[in-house]
């Protein structure tokens, strides 16, 4: 009978072991693991979260597999207004769709961090070599699986079957490797990515340095009587 009882005890113990999934004495539930250290953490207010075991940068924390292009992934509802609207999404081929974009500068944790000016003379020069380009989507969509998906609303569905004859209008992250290194940064699977904010930045300096241009020529023709003055 005890060794009934001691076989059982063990079979239970290793189950619960291999199930990996704790109530803590807060309500926060680990999946995945018997501490908060790693797995799938939920805590009691609802949010869930994900810590991965391997804390190395760059290291896999988690993943969602996409089936279709217009499938979402970790998509955040809009309770608060009760519109049920998803705020932010990740669509199947990679687009983040989010109602407000916001983006905070990467030294904002650190305050002892000096800021160098940017020279607008060389800002000017920087864009003047900055190409844009049209790409060809080359989405895999068609429009039958356009018509016939259950997730795309039924007013959206003609428009989008419109944006499959539309091109993508993007920067290059070559060009602009070669004349503006610092926009562009490297993923770990060696992809060239944008720093549109670096972008938008070098071009704030660029048209302060061509206002700045244009004033020193009106003043010029103003002096030389090929211009009429501004009226204060």
Not at 44 to 55: E, K, S, V
Request: aromatic share 8%.
């Amino acid at each position: 009978m005890k060794k009934a009882i001691f076989t059982l005890a063990v079979v239970l113990l290793t189950i619960t072991a291999q199930a990996q999934i704790k109530m803590h004495s807060d309500s926060h539930v680990s999946i995945g693991s018997l501490t908060r250290n790693f797995g799938l953490q939920v805590q009691p207010i609802g949010t869930t979260y994900f810590r991965t075991q391997n804390y190395v940068q760059y290291s896999l924390a988690t993943r969602s597999k996409a089936n279709a292009d217009h499938q979402k992934h970790w998509a955040v509802q809009d309770c608060y207004n009760n519109t049920n609207e998803d705020l932010f999404y990740v669509l199947g081929q990679g687009d983040v769709w989010a109602m407000h974009y916001y983006t905070t500068p990467s030294n904002h944790h650190n305050s002892k961090v000096e800021a160098e000016p940017i020279n607008s003379e060389n800002a000017l020069a920087i864009i003047l070599r900055i190409n844009g380009y049209y790409y060809d989507e080359n989405t895999m969509l068609t429009e039958e699986e356009i018509l016939g998906n259950e997730y795309v609303k039924e007013e959206a569905k003609a428009e989008i079957v419109k944006d499959l004859e539309k091109k993508t209008v993007a920067l290059s992250a070559e060009n602009l490797a070669e004349v503006f290194p610092d926009a562009v940064r490297t993923d770990p699977d060696n992809r060239l990515g944008i720093n549109y904010n670096a972008v938008i930045t070098i071009l704030t300096e660029a048209v302060k340095q061509q206002q700045s241009e244009i004033e020193l020529l009106r003043n010029t023709l103003e002096e030389n009587g090929l211009l009429e003055p501004e009226e204060p």
